[in-house]
């Protein structure tokens, strides 16, 4: 029988869905044809398994070959599919023994020499396989990714004769390794560094404990973009379910991962001169961007006011549900972005507004204009809004004591996180509508308290809701299982300061 099945992966968004390679060899004139909606770089392999196949030392078939690479409607890209290709012709033509396939799972671009080459989107297959019940065989470069899924069993291979070695028993291919795990996590980036501001750090705490996107607004060199590197270092660590997601993301995305940090929450800080395509993610073969590439970790966007407007609004609809979807004229891709923002802003364009110094010359339409760059929408959807004022030189000295260290910070965020959890099963800034109702009730004076407030600030039913997480996380700060009237006045205190500065 002329006929081969190898089994393969495909890459779509953070999806591999499976490929099933079919290679028939039939009578005729030599020929090879691939079919399977293939793109250029997969046409082209015919070329590059023909130049592998006979430097490994075996016979191409002089037939006609048909390769049927099935689903047939599922586009197929890049020299992921060489190695399958390769080993479905040589068992079609009995080079290698059929029913060693059975069980395996391959990926990898061939050389002419028959030297196997890294491919991208590595982990997201090694996952699929582990959940089908197969095996994988990937090449060298790939081996420290793919191991990151525990449960599949992961071969690493150099060339296409080692390959098929394993096949007939010739051969055991070594398991890919395991990388070690990077232990310290950026050292100097600890909050020890940051001298005064304890209304900023505050906050701070309390964007980490319950996962609320934050504003910082301030002079300049007052130490925001300090602060907001801080953030990651106060996280809880991630688990593995979440650095596996966010590993998965950084693997289809084309600029490569560090098995060796996998498990370090994402910090991405791209420049306000970024388009909204590389924000969201696009491209005629979509790639992630920017706000996936932050998933389980800290977006922050310096600089807020000077962001193009279009970029600025896309980011309204994954804020609330945690995903995006790229959509092309010819595909579309889901890609997860449950990030967590943290934005800068001047409160003026000279940036000194409400400074002390008086030095600020702004006229009060040129503030209103400069603050009307960014959309009532995207600031409601910010739950902290701080005040970051310029420090007073005695408080800069290089001998003054240094601040609570990230570490002490941090076990106050994992215990208030294990409250969250215990009782929701997630982030407080995550719950929502009826589960904000169902754990974050207020007494009659406090409720009472929180209209006159949204009255005031004439705020909307959004940011009602989000001054309730806000104080329920304040509240598991301090350990207590009710909303008390300071957790509420303080949750409401964030929502002022921009309120205030506009109608400066």
């Known amino acids: ?51 592998a196949i006979l430097c490994a030392q075996f016979e191409f078939p ?16 890049g020299g992921r599919f060489d190695l399958p290709i390769a ?12 029913e060693a396939l059975e069980g395996w799972e391959f990926l990898g671009e061939l050389g002419l020499t028959g030297e196997l080459r890294p491919v991208d989107g590595v982990l997201p297959a090694a996952l699929a396989a582990a959940h089908d019940g197969r095996r994988l065989i990937v090449p060298l470069g790939n081996g420290a990714e793919a191991a990151l899924a525990s449960r599949c069993e992961v071969r690493t291979a150099r060339t296409l004769l080692e390959v098929c070695g394993q096949l007939d028993g010739r051969k055991s291919l070594p398991q890919a390794e395991t990388p070690s795990v990077a232990t310290a996590a950026v050292a100097s980036a600890d909050m020890a560094d940051v001298r005064g501001q304890a209304h900023a750090r505050r906050a701070l705490e309390i964007a980490a404990a319950g996962s609320h996107h934050l504003l910082l607004i301030g002079p300049p060199g007052c130490g925001k973009t300090l602060l907001a590197s801080r953030l990651p270092g106060l996280l809880p660590e991630a688990t593995e379910d979440e650095a596996l997601e966010a590993a998965a993301i950084a693997s289809v995305s084309g600029r490569g991962l560090d098995p060796t940090r996998w498990r370090e929450r994402p ?20 790639r992630p961007g920017e706000i996936s ?27 609330e549900s945690g995903v995006v979807t790229v959509s092309r004229a010819a595909r579309s891709a889901e890609f997860p972005a449950r990030f967590q923002l943290v934005a800068a802003m001047n409160p003026c364009p000279c940036g000194w507004a409400g400074d002390a110094s008086g030095r600020c010359r702004c006229s009060m339409d040129a503030v209103r204009r400069y603050r009307a760059r960014i959309s009532g929408p995207l600031l409601d959807r910010i739950d902290l809004h701080v005040e970051v004022p310029r420090l007073a030189p005695s408080e800069l000295r290089t001998d003054a004591a240094p601040g609570e260290a990230s570490a002490t910070i941090r076990s106050r965020v994992v215990q208030a996180r294990e409250r969250q959890h215990a009782r929701a099963g997630k982030p407080n800034a995550n719950l929502n509508q009826a589960e904000t109702a169902a754990h974050c009730r207020l007494g009659e004076s406090d409720q009472a308290l929180l209209e006159r407030a949204v009255e005031a600030l004439q705020l909307s039913a959004r940011s009602m809701h989000r001054i309730l997480r806000v104080a329920r996380t304040i509240a598991d700060l301090g350990g207590s299982d009710a909303i008390r009237t300071a957790h509420l006045t303080e949750a409401i205190n964030y929502r002022c300061a921009d309120r205030a500065s506009r109608s400066a």
């Open 87 to 98: 080993l479905g012709i040589l068992a079609a033509s009995g080079q290698v023994p059929r």
């Open 267 to 286: 910090f991405r800080a791209p420049h306000h001169t970024a388009s909204a395509v590389a924000l969201v993610g696009g491209g005629a073969q979509p």
């Open 293 to 319: 590439l932050a998933h389980q970790g800290v977006l922050f966007l310096d600089e807020l006011p000077e962001w193009d407007r279009r970029a600025l609004e896309v980011l309204r609809e994954p804020l």
């Open 62 to 77: 002089a037939r006609r070959i048909t390769i049927n690479l099935a689903p047939a409607d599922l586009p197929k890209e």
């Open 1 to 51: 029988m002329n006929l081969a099945l190898v089994h393969s992966r495909a890459r779509t968004g953070v999806r591999a869905p499976t490929v099933r390679v079919e290679v028939h060899l039939a009578g005729g004139l030599p020929a090879m044809s691939i079919v399977g909606l293939p793109e250029a770089a997969v046409r082209e392999a015919k070329d590059r398994v023909r130049a």
